[in-house]
C-alpha cells in the first residue's frame, strides 16, 4: 500500500452509516511543549486520532493563530528544525497506530535539501527522508496549486500525497480542480482567517462541507479551524468525513494535561 492510500483508508467514512464517529486529525506542533517529550506526545496522540499532523515550526506561519504561532517559536527556541523532525523520527522503535503528515510553509521544504533548478534535487531529497521516516504525507499551506508540480513530482516516487487545502471564498471551478488534485484526503477549512479563534461554525458550514464533498468524489473530506468541543465534531459529521483538532489541542499539551483523553472526549 502507498503511504498517501494509508491515509485515505484511515479517514474513510460512510456518511449514510448510523452512528459511525468522525474521523479525527489531530495537529500538534514538534517539540512542543517540550522537545524531548515529542515521541511520547506523537505517540500518544497516535493512539486515539485516526491521523497526525505534525507542524514544523516557522519564524512566519501567515496561516495560524497565536496558539500555534507562539508554539512555533518556543520550538525554534529550542532547536526543532524539520531536520530535528526527521531524526526523531527516525529514532522511533515502534510502529504508530495513525499515518503521520507534515504540515510545513514551503520554506523549511526548500531549505531541506538547498536549493537548485526547479528545487528537484531538493524536494526529491525531501521526499525519500520522509519515507523512510514514516511520513505519509504533506500539507503546505503557502504552496499554490500552479506552483506545487515539482514538490508533486518528487511525492509521487515516494507514494507520498500531497493534501490541497479549500476555503469557504474558493470559487466553484477552482474547488473541483483542488479536490480533484487533492490525495489522501481534501483539507476544508472552515472559516476564511486564521487558526484557533471563535469556537462557533460560521453560518452556510454545512452547504459549503456539501459542496467540498460533492467536489471530492469519494476522497475523505476532513474540516477543521476553531474545532474545540465535542458538538463541533457532531455537527461536522453530519457533513464531512473527519474533524482537524490544532489550536485547542496544542493548548492542551500546553497546559500538561493528557492529549489522549482531550481527544477522546471529542467524541460521542
Same mark, same amino acid.
Given at each position: 500500500?502507498?503511504?498517501?492510500?494509508?491515509?485515505?483508508?484511515?479517514?474513510?467514512?460512510?456518511?449514510?452509516?448510523?452512528?459511525?464517529?468522525?474521523?479525527?486529525?489531530?495537529? !500538534?506542533?514538534?517539540?512542543?511543549?517540550?522537545?524531548?517529550?515529542?515521541?511520547?506526545?506523537?505517540?500518544?496522540?497516535?493512539?486515539?486520532?485516526?491521523?497526525?499532523?505534525?507542524?514544523?515550526?516557522?519564524?512566519?506561519?501567515?496561516?495560524?493563530?497565536?496558539?500555534?504561532?507562539?508554539?512555533?517559536?518556543?520550538?525554534?527556541?529550542?532547536?526543532?528544525?524539520?531536520?530535528?523532525?526527521?531524526?526523531?523520527?527516525?529514532?522511533?522503535?515502534?510502529?504508530?497506530?495513525?499515518?503521520?503528515?507534515?504540515?510545513?510553509?514551503?520554506?523549511?521544504?526548500?531549505?531541506?535539501?538547498?536549493?537548485?533548478?526547479?528545487?528537484?534535487?531538493?524536494?526529491?531529497?525531501?521526499?525519500?527522508? +520522509?519515507?523512510? !521516516?514514516?511520513?505519509?504525507?504533506?500539507?503546505?499551506?503557502?504552496?499554490?496549486?500552479?506552483?506545487? +508540480?515539482?514538490?508533486?513530482?518528487?511525492?509521487?516516487?515516494?507514494?507520498?500525497?500531497?493534501?490541497?487545502?479549500?476555503?469557504?471564498?474558493?470559487?466553484?471551478?477552482?474547488? =473541483?480542480?483542488?479536490?480533484?488534485?487533492?490525495?489522501?484526503?481534501?483539507?476544508?477549512?472552515?472559516?476564511?482567517?486564521?487558526?484557533?479563534?471563535?469556537?462557533?461554525?460560521?453560518?452556510?458550514?454545512?452547504?459549503?462541507?456539501?459542496?467540498?464533498?460533492?467536489?471530492?468524489?469519494?476522497?475523505?473530506?476532513?474540516?477543521?479551524?476553531?474545532?474545540?468541543?465535542?458538538?463541533?465534531?457532531?455537527?461536522?459529521?453530519?457533513?464531512?468525513?473527519?474533524?482537524?483538532?490544532?489550536?485547542?489541542? !496544542?493548548?492542551?499539551?500546553?497546559?500538561?494535561?493528557?492529549? +489522549? =483523553?482531550?481527544?477522546?472526549?471529542?467524541?460521542?
Amino acid at each position: 500500500m502507498q503511504p498517501r492510500d494509508h491515509i485515505r483508508n484511515a479517514l474513510a467514512r460512510n456518511l449514510s452509516a448510523a452512528g459511525e464517529p468522525a474521523k479525527l486529525v489531530a495537529f !500538534v506542533t514538534a517539540g512542543y511543549p517540550e522537545a524531548p517529550e515529542f515521541l511520547n506526545v506523537l505517540r500518544a496522540v497516535a493512539s486515539v486520532a485516526d491521523a497526525v499532523e505534525i507542524g514544523v515550526p516557522f519564524s512566519d506561519p501567515m496561516a495560524d493563530g497565536v496558539t500555534i504561532q507562539r508554539s512555533s517559536q518556543h520550538a525554534i527556541e529550542h532547536g526543532v528544525s524539520l531536520r530535528w523532525i526527521f531524526d526523531e523520527l527516525a529514532r522511533r522503535d515502534y510502529e504508530l497506530e495513525a499515518p503521520v503528515l507534515l504540515m510545513s510553509y514551503l520554506n523549511p521544504l526548500l531549505a531541506f535539501g538547498g536549493s537548485s533548478n526547479e528545487h528537484a534535487f531538493g524536494y526529491g531529497k525531501l521526499a525519500a527522508r +520522509a519515507a523512510e !521516516v514514516g511520513v505519509s504525507g504533506f500539507i503546505v499551506p503557502d504552496l499554490p496549486y500552479e506552483e506545487s +508540480a515539482p514538490l508533486r513530482a518528487a511525492l509521487d516516487q515516494q507514494g507520498l500525497a500531497l493534501v490541497q487545502l479549500v476555503t469557504p471564498a474558493t470559487p466553484p471551478e477552482r474547488l =473541483k480542480m483542488l479536490c480533484a488534485a487533492s490525495q489522501g484526503f481534501v483539507y476544508a477549512v472552515t472559516r476564511t482567517g486564521i487558526t484557533g479563534g471563535e469556537a462557533t461554525l460560521p453560518p452556510g458550514t454545512a452547504k459549503y462541507l456539501a459542496m467540498v464533498k460533492a467536489a471530492a468524489s469519494g476522497l475523505p473530506v476532513c474540516a477543521g479551524f476553531g474545532v474545540r468541543r465535542a458538538e463541533q465534531v457532531a455537527t461536522i459529521a453530519q457533513h464531512a468525513d473527519g474533524v482537524i483538532v490544532g489550536s485547542a489541542l !496544542v493548548e492542551v499539551l500546553e497546559r500538561h494535561e493528557d492529549p +489522549a =483523553k482531550f481527544l477522546r472526549s471529542l467524541r460521542p
